[in-house]
């Protein structure tokens, strides 16, 4: 096993991961200072070192490297440093709209990641298939709202109106104006409540699977133990006729010995008529 197979490794790779989607999206909501946003630009940067390594050195073990690409293509946006590589746009505050957006999409790849240590549950409940169309129902009625809705000031306010949208919570302290805005807002009102129902019925059917599975099983375990015990009673019943032919088998030996004695006795007897027959003859002569 390779060092980035490590068990260790994964749990230490994730914590990283969370520290720099906490990082990362506390830069998009709010303004941190100088300092700040450049110990975090180092931290964030190194963690892409280390994903890239991570990501080739997978690469290069896996057999199919066309599928293994698929698969894990948001490992690649997650590994790119996007706050080092537009640093200088952003200072001279130039693209600052599609900075945030790439930064956005990072905080989706990281999030995506991290949720990789869980992909034995969700791929059970399907819930991955679920979650992969909120992401993308979030992330793009969020990029739709920000870049076609002029009431819609910052990133963080398109976001906090599309997530409380589609948890059908609606706050209300932030609303579209424009008429596509108001389109997008509906349209992610359905998707949302089609997704919890969605959720919470995936989630049901998956506990009800494990249910029925372990009384399958405990079934099944009975159902063994009867013909277990079935095939003892039957080993047991061929042994025990086994037996029977021996003793009758005893039982015949012993009536032919008993008539054997007895011929023996009467040839015995015989033999001694015999010999006071001849007794007498030698007696008279």
Known sequence: MSFYQNSKFNYFLSILIIIDLILITLTLISDVGENLYFSIIVFDTALCIILFIDFFTRLSDSDDKKHFLIKNW???????????????????????RVFKVLKFIKVIALFSQFFETIDFFLKKTHLDEIFGITLLVVLASTLGLYLFDPSINSLFDSLWFVLSTITTVGYGDVLPQSGAGKIIGLITLIIGVLIFSTVTGAIASYFARRILMNEDFNITENDDNIELLKETLRSNKKNLNEVHSKVYKIDNDVESLKKEIIELK????????????????LKNN
């Open 266 to 281: 009467e040839i015995n007897k015989e033999l001694k008529e015999e010999i006071e027959t001849l007794n007498e003859n």
């Open 74 to 96: 948001t490992e690649l946006i997650a590994a790119i440093p996007f706050d080092l590589i537009m640093l200088p746009f952003v200072l001279n505050g130039s693209l600052l």
